[in-house]
């Protein structure tokens, strides 16, 4: 059985992603919380990034659990100084290979949810519900907020599936018979 790329993928990452001249830590649930709650449009992939989410992103994503480093007064003015001509294209498209580098979580088959019965509990974030599960079984709150993001994902499914849950992954074999649907689409 070959093992599967996205797996494969998600435990092993490069270590040597700098933006803006700064080192950027492995992508986390933390650091994708964090993305999430300024609604950085280098997380969700949009158009129309400018410097000033780009150092905000990378600010994030170069601290670690539980803290974050948001520049502010003399540091934010020399570091806007240090990076006022720096190409905002190539430095996107750093952070954009760093977020593909961690991010890479099992390709799940999507079942349809029968309604549920009885009144309706507002799920939880994401993350925290990701984190909550992976300190549950036992990673700890320091470890599950701060491993790969990739890793998180994986360890998420892998218990979830070991208590029961009904999980279906998409095998490598799929994978890349839905690649090759999607490059004819775009041709």
Not at 31 to 56: Q, Y
Not at 80 to 102: G, P
Not at 127 to 135: G, N, S
């Amino acid at each position: 059985m070959a093992l599967d790329k996205l797996f494969s993928e998600s435990i092993v990452n490069r270590d040597d992603h700098v933006v803006l001249g700064c080192k950027l830590r492995p992508l986390s649930l933390w650091h994708a919380t964090l993305l999430e709650l300024i609604n950085s449009p280098l997380w969700h992939g949009n158009r129309g990034v400018t410097m000033t989410d780009l150092r905000l992103a990378t600010a994030i994503c170069s601290g670690s659990w539980p803290e974050y480093r948001i520049p502010s007064g003399l540091a934010l003015v020399w570091w806007s100084l240090k990076t006022r001509k720096a190409n905002l294209a190539l430095e996107a498209a750093k952070f954009s290979a760093y977020i593909r580098d961690f991010y890479a979580p099992p390709m799940l088959w999507e079942k349809e949810l029968e309604k549920a019965k009885g009144p309706q509990l507002c799920s939880l974030p994401q993350p925290l519900d990701m984190a909550a599960w992976l300190i549950r079984n036992g990673l700890g709150e320091d470890r599950s907020w701060s491993m790969p993001i990739g890793m998180a994902h994986w360890y998420y499914v892998a218990f979830a599936r070991h208590r029961g849950a009904e999980i279906d992954l998409v095998s490598p074999g799929e994978q890349e018979a839905i690649e090759q649907v999607k490059q004819k689409r775009h041709k």
